[in-house]
């Protein structure tokens, strides 16, 4: 699913920008957000899809969700909110909470449904008070910036905030923690 366009206003902050532009034929926009080191993220639905496991041309993703079943998730990166909206609208997942440590990022995705909660932390450090089915992992843009140390801290901050069969997720390794 994509973000609702008309919902996503252009910004020029410190820490990124989002950006319309304009798709001809047919006539219609697409958001961009642009982080200050270059990087993108596009208010387009395959991004969710290839995440969550619905993309049919994703093998090593789809082997992530096979079998497996969530209600409640964590979403380390908030983005566009895209993971997290799709999660609550399409999934129809109760508990949908992100961390994200961008006071600016956070303010400006006021556009989700109210019921996701997002919370200004510190991913690496941050202690849920709760425990969910899934803990999905969306930090990096590559992966050779993952190392085992990062994996590691992962696993020993969260491992022990998943419900029975959970799973830590970590799409762009195709990684998973299991419970």
Known sequence: MRIQESKIQEYDGTSFKVVKQVLLPPRFS??????????????????????????SECNKMNELYKDFTYDKVLVLGLGLGLLAETLKVEKECSVVDVVDNNQELVDYVNYLDDSITIEKADAFTY??????????????????????????????NYKSHLENNGKILIPIIYKSIEQ
Not at 43 to 55: K, P
């Open 127 to 156: 202690t849920p008070s709760k425990k969910y089915d899934l803990i999905l992992v969306d930090l990096w843009w590559k992966p050779e910036d993952i190392t085992q140390e990062i994996i590691d801290n992962i696993t020993n």
């Open 30 to 55: 697409r958001s961009i957000l642009v982080f200050s080191d270059g990087a993108e993220i596009e208010n387009e639905e395959y991004y969710a899809n290839i995440m969550l496991g619905d993309c």
